[in-house]
């Protein structure tokens, strides 16, 4: 017969440790299928080949002055030479400056109603307020321009002068004060106001400052900004912009994009809600996104948007922040650059970081597949995967154990059954006592000599 090998002891602790090895095996793969599944653990992999995104530090911490006399926060080049500034923007930035916000916005409203065809017409008792407030303002700033150019005769001759302001002002009013009751302007003198307007945005401009926080200066600059984005469509947005600029851009040559409409794209890696009190814009909430550059700045893009794709999650009153997990969705903004904004993080130090407005960012949420399964929570696959393995090792143990192979008759017993078969007794496969090899041998001596 063949030498089969008996079966081995289930019982024993090497056998045991043998099965809840294998066991051990089966659940990591079920826990490493769980999380291969998963598509943007895949996203290394459509990057090979593609150009290189490693991640560059740029340092924006802002440092302390090292003497009294200087400051980060506002350098010199910086602060606008208001007297190379052209007469009218520098007679205009006093009128607007003297003016209340209040005021300044029913101005900036009655000229984009006129631009835009629509009805400008204001209330009689708004109308006069309005018009009595720039005569007062526009009789001191004559006033003290014709009280400095009679005290310096050394003045260019190619300089506006006093009257000359005062003509200006006088057509201004003319077109404003008919706008405000309604009536229909002429298309040059449309084109007078659109000049004025454009005048405003130059004045609002030239009032920010770069490594700093909001300043009240820059309200006039914030609210123009927004009012374009709400009034310019997003397709031409996105063909009025020259294209990508990169952190560093945006960073190094704030003043050169000031204002301007740029290109970005970036992860999104933080939305907030941020309340808003702009009723003349109908705005009433604004949403900050925190953006990782696309070019693998480790610095932050911080734009601010009037809202949000419908595929982008939305942060509410109850949960004004939502963070996203690395590495976020890939969004592109067409935004107006502001400038390079101070804020404070975690550790309490001062960065600085460029800061933009835009309409909506432009977001292309991936397709899911229709039969891709909702994400469910880890422990829960684990749980489960333990029990079927479980279940499974149990049911190979009780089939090894109910269908074990017989031992193996030993030679000594076959002997011994052959003896017992040979002199006619019962022949068993399980012997209830040892047998005796010598008893057996005298017997078998004693029949060959009878027979002899």
């Known amino acids: 017969m063949p030498n089969i090998p008996p079966p081995p002891n289930y019982l024993s602790r090497r056998f045991q440790l043998k099965m809840l090895s294998l066991f ?39 440092r302390p002055p090292t003497s009294p006399e200087t400051t980060p926060l ?30 300044r916005r029913h101005l900036e409203q009655l000229i984009w109603n ?11 008792e708004l109308q006069e307020r309005l018009l009595s407030d720039l005569d007062r303002n526009w009789s001191s700033v004559l006033a003290a321009q014709s009280s400095a150019t009679d ?7 190619s300089s506006p002068r006093s009257a000359e302001l005062g003509q200006r002002w006088q057509l201004w009013r003319e077109l404003l004060a008919r706008a405000a009751r ?17 005048l405003f945005d130059r004045i609002a401009c030239r009032q920010i400052r770069d490594n700093t926080s909001h300043r009240r200066s820059e309200v006039m600059a914030w609210e123009r900004l927004l009012a374009k984005l709400k009034r ?45 009190k702009l009723e003349m814009l109908q705005i009433e909430v604004l949403y900050r996104l925190w953006l990782k550059p696309a070019d693998g700045t480790d610095a932050p893009f911080v734009v601010y948007c009037l809202e949000l794709p419908p595929s982008l999650p939305r942060p509410t009153k109850d949960q004004p922040v939502i963070q996203r997990e690395p590495p976020g969705e890939l969004v592109t903004c067409h ?6 904004w101070l804020y404070q993080g975690t550790n309490r130090t001062a960065y600085l970081a460029p800061l933009l407005l835009t309409r909506a960012p432009l977001y292309d949420a991936p397709p899911t597949p229709a039969d891709q399964p909702a994400d469910s929570d880890p422990w829960t696959v684990i749980i489960y995967s333990a029990i079927a393995a479980a279940c499974i090792a149990l049911v190979v143990t009780w089939y090894a154990w109910r269908y074990r ?26 012997e209830e006592e040892e047998p005796n090899f010598d008893g057996l041998l005298e017997n078998e001596e004693e029949g060959r000599g009878g027979e002899g």
């Open 232 to 276: 310019t469509p997003a397709d031409r947005l996105a063909s009025a912009s020259p294209g990508n600029v990169a952190f560093l851009q945006l960073f190094d040559q704030g003043r050169v994009y000031r204002c301007r409409l740029v290109t970005i794209s970036g992860y999104v890696r933080r939305i907030e809600r941020v309340p808003s």
């Open 335 to 340: 935004a107006y650059f502001f400038k390079n």
């Open 182 to 198: 309604g009536d229909k302007l002429s298309e040059p003198e449309r084109q007078v106001l659109g000049e004025l307007d454009a």
């Open 24 to 62: 051990a095996a089966l659940a990591l793969v079920i826990v490493l299928m769980s999380i291969v599944r998963k598509p943007q653990n895949w996203q290394w992999f459509f990057r090979i080949g593609a150009t290189s995104t490693s991640t560059r530090h740029v340092d924006t911490r802002v």
């Open 74 to 103: 506002v350098s010199g080049e910086d602060i606008p030479a208001r007297a190379d500034a052209p007469s009218e923007q520098r007679a205009w930035w006093q009128v607007m400056e003297a003016l209340n916000d209040r005021s």
């Open 405 to 430: 192979p017989e031992a193996p008759t030993s030679p000594a017993l076959q002997k011994l059954q052959q003896l017992r078969a040979a002199r006619g007794e019962q022949v068993t496969d399980v």
């Open 151 to 157: 005290f310096a005769d050394d003045q260019p001759e």
């Open 114 to 124: 006129t631009l835009s065809g629509e009805n400008a017409a204001l209330e009689p």
